[in-house]
């Protein structure tokens, strides 16, 4: 996870991308020294860690026996990409196994989750649904030597700017005693321990929940629940308040309001017609976004002013509304209402869709196959051209219309 920091890994059925936050970073940070000697690349390392007030004997020890990791290079350059539905993705991750460990990991660590809610304001299905999809309850946490694969990627001319903070990072790690270079393991990209954060992050947003006198996010689940909860916090949790709310959608909704970013509350939608399913209105006056993973025939949900920790956490769209939805379960929602979505279209049909938007002046990024936000943004503006309902959801009919 992390604010400031990569989300890169995609394993496991795990994605991890950029925050936004990370991207700023990247985008106002001066280029970083990289590539060479490895000797000379590290001893640059050694004399930035010391500037910044590690002791040399610290970076000594960070720094001793590492080596370039051809297998972190070969993971970076062959990121895969994520294509799978919202149905797909959700009803693979938000499995009945996962629920049932997630209400004992719950139960079992009750008394932790009463102080990250107490002292964070953050509420426990929202911890444990992260928890449960960034590494299955600390399962699959990655192996890859955590010191080696940041020095590699820092090295790497592809993006240092990132990757060299990360590694001055985990030789103060190493200073204060929580990481060892040697043995520490992780994903690929650097990730370390069971809610997958990056070593500034750790630094940053570090709990000891164990009072042991260390942040050991790998083997202990106290550090990292109240770790993670400090960190939601950060991002701008309000307490007390929702995050995903499942509705139903009348069928004359004015299809181009729908979105994120919608400049709405929940009660203009609900004047519109949206029904919760739960029935709540309590929040009709919080700003509110309906999203429409698959079209307007496919489920819904209102999203709330704490979805955006979700879109801070991770910028996949797929992934974050699972996590939310996920965490709705945990708190004691029902499934959700699949519906019959529209059949979406095939990786080249999608590819095309991009290369027509683009071709009429639309900024859809990557033409990647991927139905992200820049493309959602100009298909609804094609469909309501159209004369059709501006969901936003890529189908053949679109395609066609186009």
Not at 27 to 46: E, H, I, N
Not at 174 to 184: E, F, I, K, W
Not at 190 to 213: N, T, Y
Not at 282 to 298: D, E, K, N
Request: proline residues 5%; glycine residues 10%.
């Amino acid at each position: 996870m992390t604010r400031g920091t990569l989300r890169s890994v995609l394993s496991i059925g795990f994605l991890t991308l950029l925050t936004s936050s990370a991207l700023a970073q990247q985008a106002a940070a001066p280029a970083a020294p990289c590539g060479g000697d490895l000797a000379s690349f590290l001893q640059g390392v050694k004399t930035e860690a010391i500037a910044k007030g590690i002791p040399a004997e610290a970076v000594d020890r960070a720094l001793a026996g590492a080596a370039i990791s051809e297998k972190v290079l070969g993971r970076d350059r062959a990121q895969g990409v994520f294509k799978q539905s919202f149905t797909e993705f959700s009803q693979r991750t938000v499995s009945k196994a996962r629920l049932d460990m997630g209400a004992k990991k719950m139960k079992e660590y009750a008394a932790v989750f009463e102080q990250a809610e107490r002292e964070f304001g953050v509420p426990a299905p929202v911890i444990t649904a992260f928890w449960a999809m960034e590494t299955d309850f600390g399962a699959v946490q990655g192996d890859f030597n955590t010191r080696n694969a940041l020095v590699t990627l820092a090295h790497d001319c592809r993006r240092p700017e990132m990757f060299r903070p990360q590694l001055i990072a985990a030789i103060e790690m190493v200073q204060h005693g929580d990481l060892d270079p040697a043995t520490t393991t992780g994903a690929w990209a650097g990730e370390i321990g069971q809610v997958q954060m990056l070593p500034e992050d750790i630094i940053a947003q570090g709990v000891d929940g164990d009072g042991d006198g260390h942040v050991n996010l790998k083997q202990s689940s106290p550090d990292a629940i109240l770790t993670a909860a400090k960190f939601i916090k950060s991002l701008g949790f309000t307490a007390g308040q929702p995050w995903i709310q499942e509705v139903i959608l009348p069928e004359n909704l004015p299809w181009e309001k729908t979105g994120l970013q919608s400049g709405m509350t929940a009660g203009d939608w609900f004047a519109l017609g949206v029904k919760p399913r739960d029935g709540s209105t309590a929040f009709a006056q919080l700003a509110a976004s309906i999203v429409i993973p698959q079209g307007r025939h496919g489920v819904a949900f209102m999203t709330y002013p704490n979805f955006n920790i979700y879109l801070e956490w991770n910028q996949s769209f797929i992934y974050t509304t699972s996590a939310a939805y996920f965490a709705t379960r945990l708190a004691g929602a029902p499934p959700y209402e699949s519906r019959t979505p529209e059949q979406g279209l095939s990786d080249e049909n999608m590819k095309a869709l991009q290369a027509k938007l683009q071709t009429m002046g639309h900024d859809v990024g990557k033409i990647d196959g991927i139905l992200g936000s820049g493309t959602r943004a100009a298909l609804q503006k094609e469909q309501l051209r159209l004369g059709l309902p501006a969901d936003g959801w890529a189908t053949e009919a679109v395609l066609n219309a186009l």
